[in-house]
């Protein structure tokens, strides 16, 4: 089984922007879910889901919060497994390079692997998504 879930996309906005996008409590709140998360080494966050994103939080620990890398464990409400998240920003030409890879999924056991496995992958797809069209109208707010 595969372990690790890759994405990739270029945005056409600043390097900050997308930055603060996904490292500010309040902007992830309006584009994710509302989170109390600080881009600082060694915080513990929480994502408190609602009904629509299937009522399961998620907790971590900030691992690491560099210029335009943040790195950061990812534990389901409910469960044990401990993944990761890294998010890594470029600037481009064209605006900021997003590499996204979340890892560990096959440290949940047996079958259950597969299906967060399959969750995770559409699921980041759609927060990638969700990040562009928070950024399309930050810039057209701002």
């Known amino acids: 089984m595969k372990d690790v879930i890759t994405k990739e996309h270029v945005f056409a906005h600043p390097i900050q922007k997308v930055w603060n996008a996904i490292s500010v409590g309040e902007e992830i709140s309006t584009w994710f879910i509302k989170a109390d998360f600080k881009a600082e080494e060694g915080y513990n966050y929480t994502f408190t889901s609602s009904e629509e ?25 409910n469960t044990t497994t401990e993944t990761v998240v890294k998010w890594d920003l470029q600037e481009t030409e064209a605006g900021t390079r997003l590499y996204l890879e979340h890892s560990g999924i096959s440290n949940y056991s047996g079958d259950s692997a597969v299906t967060y496995f399959n969750n995770y992958n559409g699921g980041w797809n759609e927060c990638i998504e969700k990040l562009t069209e928070f950024l399309t109208k930050e810039v057209h707010a701002g």
């Open 53 to 77: 994103h299937g009522c399961l939080n998620i907790t971590g620990k900030v691992k690491s919060a560099s210029p335009y890398t943040l790195i950061y464990t990812w534990v389901v409400e």
